[in-house]
């Protein structure tokens, strides 16, 4: 069986899959949202957020990180990202507006970050460093942990509060680099590594 490859990297890997799953049943989650079919909404985006958390260790582990695999699976969070905030404001509102401010100062940086990607690279900040991924994670949990149990004050500002210190570190990322790279596992170990040479 040929290998697909694109610009000389092989694409046809399972962690790929994973992101491609997640971008294929966007319009699903988003279907089961508009139409407020709250419990399937939530059980399909909770799968998305475990093939998230899947498909980068899988990519780690067995060394199948590429560009397109990074590009993609950042496509991917991105439409996850915007169902599980399309799923807080549809769903759970109530309980999050008075602590809005956080999540407000989280879309902010969030959006600055590929803001400034697009003008220094012109693509999609494919980068997962350690503490994107960890917020990520924690945001998973506060989201299973908000529709199963119930809104936890303290558990949404870490959740929120880490993700936007996680995006700061990002935008700095990217200010320093020459070009996107996978691998990056943030400022400290570009700042080090940068110290080296």
């Known amino acids: 069986m040929k290998q697909l490859t ?3 990297e092989k694409v ?22 508009l139409t407020g079919r709250e419990s399937t909404f939530v059980v399909l985006l909770c799968i998305s957020l475990v093939s998230d958390i899947l498909d980068g260790n899988i990519a780690r582990i067995f060394h199948l ?6 590009a993609l699976d950042n496509l991917a969070d991105i439409v996850t990202y915007a169902m599980a905030l399309l799923g807080l404001f549809l769903f759970k509102w109530t309980d999050i507006e008075p602590h809005a401010w956080v999540l407000y100062l989280f879309l902010t940086v969030f ?6 990607s697009f003008v220094r690279f012109g693509k999609i900040p494919g980068l ?20 199963v149990y119930g809104f936890i004050p303290w558990f949404y500002y870490l959740a929120v509060g880490w993700g936007a210190i ?3 570190e990002k935008i700095f990322v990217l200010l320093k680099l020459d070009d996107i790279k996978i691998g990056v596992k943030g400022l ?6 940068s110290g080296k040479r």
């Open 128 to 147: 997962h460093l350690y503490s994107a991924v960890s917020a990520g994670y924690l945001q998973g949990v506060f989201f299973f942990v908000l529709f």
């Open 111 to 116: 959006v600055i970050s590929y803001f400034v």
């Open 12 to 33: 046809l890997n399972v962690p790929n899959l994973l992101s491609l799953y997640r971008l294929l049943v966007f319009p699903v989650i988003l279907y089961m949202a």
């Open 65 to 70: 990180q590429t560009h397109f695999g990074a």
């Open 188 to 193: 400290y170990w570009l700042m080090r590594d």
């Open 166 to 168: 996680a995006y700061i």
């Open 6 to 8: 694109i610009k000389g």
